[in-house]
């Protein structure tokens, strides 16, 4: 029962900052990396956990969500490639998992290619704009990202909208 119900994302749980740090074994080509809340003077040395190439398929992967067609295009931020992926879980409720209240998540990275920033959004029972995760915390993922990238001076990876310009130069 344990092997079924972890393949669809229940009977595992994570605070989401453990979340946010399983994602540096993507973002860091395999290498699980310590926790830091400033920028380190020397990089922290991480521990391989799975191959290189792995890390980099599974990051090409997620770029699909935030592009037409996936799950997560609330959270896509103009102008760069984002690797993201999408959570909404039923909350648990006296030992019965309830039809209404869930938890909204959204975690990703970018640029992908050459991931500089991870995000992670969770919203606890939300109750504006439905409860998907894609979309009920994809919108704060975008604000959030795409502020990041800004403050952090990092280039755009693919051409920007003329509101995504306008919105920079101010």
Request: net charge positive.
């Amino acid at each position: 029962i344990e092997q079924a119900t972890m393949s669809f994302g229940y009977g595992l749980q994570l605070s989401l900052l453990q979340l946010a740090r399983a994602y540096t074994v993507l973002t860091h080509d395999g290498e699980l990396l310590p926790v830091s809340f400033e920028k380190q003077a020397v990089a922290p040395k991480g521990k391989r956990v799975i191959k290189a190439s792995t890390a980099r398929e599974v990051r090409d992967l997620m770029v699909s969500v935030t592009e037409p067609g996936g799950t997560g295009t609330a959270g896509a931020v103009d102008g760069f490639d984002v690797g993201a992926k999408t959570g909404t879980a039923r909350k648990l409720v006296n030992g019965r998992y309830v039809d209404n209240k869930h938890v909204a998540t959204f975690i990703g990275f970018a640029p992908a290619k050459n991931p500089r920033v991870i995000v992670a959004v969770t919203i606890d029972e939300p109750t504006a704009n439905g409860y998907y995760g894609g979309v009920v915390a994809g919108l704060p993922f975008k604000k959030i990202m795409g502020g990041s990238l800004n403050i952090l001076g990092i280039s755009p990876t693919k051409p920007l909208t003329a509101a995504a310009v306008k919105k920079r130069l101010n």
